[in-house]
C-alpha cells in the first residue's frame, strides 16, 4: 500500500518560508509523478505544484509561481514543496498525491493514493 506522509506544515509570518516534505514508500517510486494540493476552509481542494517520476517537468498554480519550488530525490522517495515569500491566502492543509502515471498532471482526478495533509497558517 502507498501512502504519501506530509511533513513541515507550521506557522509562520507573512513574507516568510517552509519548505513541505512528502515521504512515499514503494520500489517504483519513479515510475509515479508526484503532486502538492491545498484546501482551505471553506474551499475546494486545489492544485499547486507537480513534478513528473524522472523530476525533468513541472507545473505551477499561477498564484504560486515564482514563490514556490517542487522537487524531488528519488533515492529517498521524498518529494519537497519549498515555498518562498508566503501570502495569508496560502494558508491551507497541505496535501501530497501520488498520480498514476509518471507524466506531471494537474487535474486531482489524475491521482490515486493521497496523503493526510499538514498544516500551513501564515499570519499577516
Known amino acids: 500500500q502507498v501512502q504519501p506522509v506530509e511533513s513541515g506544515g507550521g506557522l509562520v509570518q507573512a513574507g516568510g518560508s517552509l519548505r513541505l516534505s512528502c515521504a512515499a514508500s514503494?520500489?517504483?517510486?519513479?515510475?509515479?509523478?508526484m503532486g502538492w494540493f491545498r484546501q482551505a476552509p471553506g474551499k475546494e481542494r486545489e492544485f499547486v505544484a507537480t513534478?513528473?517520476?524522472?523530476?525533468?517537468?513541472?507545473e505551477y498554480a499561477g498564484s504560486v509561481k515564482g514563490r514556490f519550488t517542487i522537487s524531488r530525490d528519488n533515492a529517498k522517495n521524498t518529494v519537497y514543496l519549498q515555498m518562498n515569500s508566503l501570502k495569508p491566502e496560502d494558508t491551507a492543509l497541505y496535501y501530497c498525491?501520488?498520480?498514476?502515471?509518471?507524466?506531471?498532471?494537474?487535474?486531482?482526478?489524475?491521482?490515486?493514493?493521497w496523503g493526510q495533509g499538514t498544516q500551513v497558517t501564515v499570519s499577516s
Open positions: 498525491a501520488r498520480s498514476y502515471s509518471g507524466v506531471a498532471n494537474i487535474v486531482l482526478s489524475r491521482y490515486d493514493y
Open positions: 514503494g520500489r517504483t517510486f519513479t515510475s509515479y509523478a
Open positions: 513534478i513528473s517520476g524522472s523530476g525533468g517537468s513541472t
